[in-house]
């Protein structure tokens, strides 16, 4: 079983940029396809960048551009590098993991999530 803990969110300025962090436990890390997710205030959970257990990448069209998410198998850590931040990029960030299988956009197909990190872009 895998575990999953954020960290890196905070408040910064628009244009700024953050570096959020997964740090995961469990053996079979290499094997989980990794999504970054984020919700904000009445919205509904939406998808924002993914990468598989092979390093294809996959990201909202909103953040493509300025998101970058990668991974390192032997810390057992994925990353989001977000750039160029918005007032709308403004929401509650979660690492969520998915096991073996097709890559999805879909957070109900996602298995496993971390508590949530909050990132807050001024304007």
């Known amino acids: 079983q895998v575990q999953l803990v954020e960290s890196g969110g905070g408040l910064v300025q628009a244009g700024g940029s953050l570096r959020l962090s997964c740090a995961a436990s469990?053996?079979?890390?290499?094997?989980?396809?990794m999504g970054w997710f984020r919700q904000a205030p009445g919205k509904e959970r939406e998808f924002v960048a993914g990468?598989?257990?092979?390093?294809?990448?996959y990201y909202a069209d909103s953040v493509k551009g300025r998101f970058t998410i990668s991974r390192d198998d032997a810390k057992n850590t994925v990353y989001l590098q977000m750039n160029s931040l918005k007032p709308e990029d403004t929401a509650v960030y979660y690492c969520?993991?998915?096991?073996?299988?097709?890559?999805?956009?879909?957070?109900?197909?996602?298995?496993?999530w971390g508590q949530g990190t909050q990132v807050t872009i001024s304007s």
């Open positions: 990468i598989s257990w092979s390093r294809g990448t």
């Open positions: 969520a993991a998915k096991p073996l299988g097709l890559f999805s956009t879909n957070y109900r197909d996602y298995d496993l």
């Open positions: 469990g053996r079979t890390f290499g094997t989980y396809t």
